[in-house]
């Protein structure tokens, strides 16, 4: 049963709309949030808070609301809302988060209108509520007939909500939700060129802007020569971005159209100044190497492992567009966190929080980058210097050479062995950088929080030494589990090796025997059939982690004679799986950067500058490489967990595990000088 505190309010005569508070809120007495809606027809709206970085809580949210109204998904219609924390709650998409603050507040909005209609219905039969059933749009009763929603609408508004009693559909009676068919709601605007990213979201009248960015790492405009630029067709204005309130640096070039601001870019002439001309990467990496200390706590079998910098690379590079005016700003762009943006331009702009209107967009990709926002603090310079609606483009270089990448980090592990060869101590001595978006992340105990997550019954210290960060900085999928957990679990499999210990047996020796992660680890072991001998010229690798809520276990083949990965198999408990297919997707996404980064994607930085600048030289898996994924969903009582970064970690360690072989591996990409 649902709190009475669920408030409903109407929304115009004939329209029924419900609003319930996120949990989290509740308590601090803020205004309820408006999720779902029916119009005098009896259609029904849910609007979805949160942005869609294809991670697909669209979906989600459609199969929630249409689960608890008793529709399918596609009677469902959805709207993004807009920037507006305290009228939808969080918006944040990151730490894997999504699905799991919005699950109880859709759940309940979409009950509360599901009551309220067959409340409706039962006064009008002068029958008790619980002989009405809802079901596929209607309100039935065995003798009374049914009812249209359309036709109940306008009852159902006029009734108390503090006196219908609100039941969630039982997870036994879902017809929806954790069912395997179905995939995305949008995929066919999807494929079919219908989705609208950001990149598509120039309004009517709109200019473009470009900008020349800085040629090495800190580098500012000094001399500005643009009367080239200024005398080519449709450039109309040239912009120096110079405070820190108009994004990363440069010089904005405005224009009718995007070719037209792209010559005018090539047209300038820019002299620079600052900054780091001569900085290497290799030199940084060195530089980790000697902040670790002069010796482990302890002795034993000792690796260390190097980790690069990584780029996010997603398929739609930044961007956005802004329309400064009088009165305010309007935002398009695909963000991650709408709500939050909203509250910082109104800090920023000086701005009533009304005033500022942000819209996200479908985003073609995220893994983090789109928290940051000075894609949009660029348009809106350029928008308050044209006087007119702008949309800042970056290329798919300017993405590469400009980002908040992942930050380079070292790790030696060292293991005193028990007589039969299991780890019985531990030490895991970390250098690495704060990530400089969020200054709190220059904090070693939070470095830690967020990347130390080994779950094995193996007592150790484990210790984090931080260097100035010499770049920008930022999330990346899974922030720094990525690395702990790379150079953990390729060192478990390393002890293993050395002394011939089964891989499988040796994690389920250092689990405890009713843990999430023993049982999605036997899970996987029987889908790989690893029992049985690896067909000739193959060998595995295996790893785990429990985070997020979720529990998963990884399991690698390849042929370490071409470094070519055949199969992953994957078990993942992630408690209830409310949309399967879903699931599968976010893990195969995740077991696909695994790939990528462990096979040769790596940012490195020569001459000041990083050196690649599209996926010619950031090498991403092509489709040529993708193995066969195999994912099984391990069913669960558990509490709902997130997914969205859980797979990356493990499946770049049971990748490079297998690749290897005999190999130790030391580094990301395996087998590669890393810097």
Known sequence: MISRRTLLRGAGVGALVVAVPVPALAAEGLVPNVFVRLDAAGKITATVPKPDAGQGVRTVVALLVAEELAVDADDVRL??????????????????????????????????????????????????????????????????????????????AALDPATVPVELTPPERWRLLGKTRGGRVDARDVVTGRTRYGIDARPAGGLVAVVARPPWIGAVPDVVDDTATRALPGVIDVLPLTAPAEGQGGVAVIAHSTHQALRGRDALKVTWRGGTPTADSRAW???????????????????????????????????????????????????????????????????????????????????????????????????????????VLWTRADDMRHDSYRPMSVHRLTAELGPDGVPIRRAHEVATWPLTVLPIFSNPALIKASGDHFPYAVPGEVTVAVRPAPLRTGFWRSVYAGQFVYAEENFLSHLGKQRGLDQVALRRTLLPADSRLRKV????????????PPPRGTTRGVACLEEYGSAIAVIAVADPSTRRVLRVHAAVDVGVALHPSGVRAQVEGCVLDALSTVLGAQITVRDGHVAESSFGDYRWARITHTPDIDVT???????????????????????????????????????????
Request: net charge positive; with cysteine.
């Open 79 to 156: 709207e993004q809302a807009h920037g507006d924390a305290e009228r939808f709650g969080p918006q944040g998409v990151a730490n894997s988060t999504s699905v799991r603050q919005l699950t109880t507040p859709i759940r309940t909005a979409a009950a509360t209108a599901r009551c309220l209609l067959v409340t409706a219905a039962a006064g009008r039969w002068g029958v008790p509520v619980a002989e009405c059933v809802a079901k596929d749009g209607f309100v039935s009763h065995p003798r009374r007939g049914r009812l249209p929603y359309r036709a109940l609408v306008r009852a159902a």
């Open 521 to 532: 680890l036997d899970t996987v072991a029987d889908r790989a059939r690893w029992t049985s």
């Open 633 to 675: 969903i391990v069913p669960s009582t558990a509490p709902l967990g997130g997914l969205g970064e859980l797979a990356y970690p493990p499946a770049a360690a049971a990748i490079a595990s297998a690749i290897a072989g005999d190999t130790p591996v030391t580094s990301m990409p395996f087998g590669a000088d890393v810097g």
């Open 285 to 391: 990496l060195a530089d980790l190497r000697a902040a670790l200390p002069a010796q482990s706590p302890i002795s034993g079998v000792q690796q260390v492992f190097s980790l690069p910098l990584l780029a996010h690379a997603p398929m739609e590079p930044m961007n956005a567009t802004a329309d400064v005016r009088s009165d305010g700003v309007t935002i398009w762009a695909p963000i991650q966190d709408p709500g939050s943006l909203r509250t910082t331009l109104a800090r920023q702009l000086g701005l009533p929080a009304t005033s500022v209107r942000v819209e996200p967009t479908a985003s073609g990709g995220a893994f983090g980058r789109r928290i940051e926002p000075d894609p949009v603090l660029e348009a809106i310079a350029c928008s308050r210097r044209a006087g007119a609606p702008v949309q």
